[in-house]
Nanobody, 115 residues
């Protein structure tokens, strides 16, 4: 089992930046697949970015060039650097881990982009 705790959300103006962090209860280097999803009000949860244990990444088209996902094996975290934020990025951001067949979720962190 894996417990995930997200942090780093908050209120930011359009064009601003935030860095989200997901702390895992086990060594992230042992988790094959981790990622970030988001869910805006009235919408389905959607993929933002994923990263494998080997460092391969996958991004949703709407964040390419703006967001960067990374792993910090020493801190046991997976981070999401978000730049050039816009109003449409407002959502609850969830961390996800797939060490095998099962999938684990954190409780989410709110990101609000507003002027």
């Amino acid at each position: 089992q894996v417990q995930l705790v997200e942090s780093g959300g908050g209120l930011v103006q359009p064009g601003g930046s935030l860095r989200l962090s997901c702390a895992a209860s086990r060594r992230v280097v042992s988790i094959n697949d981790m990622g970030w999803y988001r869910q805006a009000p009235g919408k389905q949860r959607e993929l933002v970015a994923r990263i494998t244990s080997g460092g391969n990444t996958n991004y949703a088209d709407f964040v390419k060039g703006r967001f960067t996902i990374s792993r910090d094996n020493a801190q046991n975290t997976v981070n999401l650097q978000m730049n050039s934020l816009n109003l449409e990025d407002t959502a609850v951001y969830y961390c996800n881990a797939r060490p095998g067949a099962l999938s684990y979720w954190g409780r989410g962190t709110q990101v609000t982009v507003s002027s």
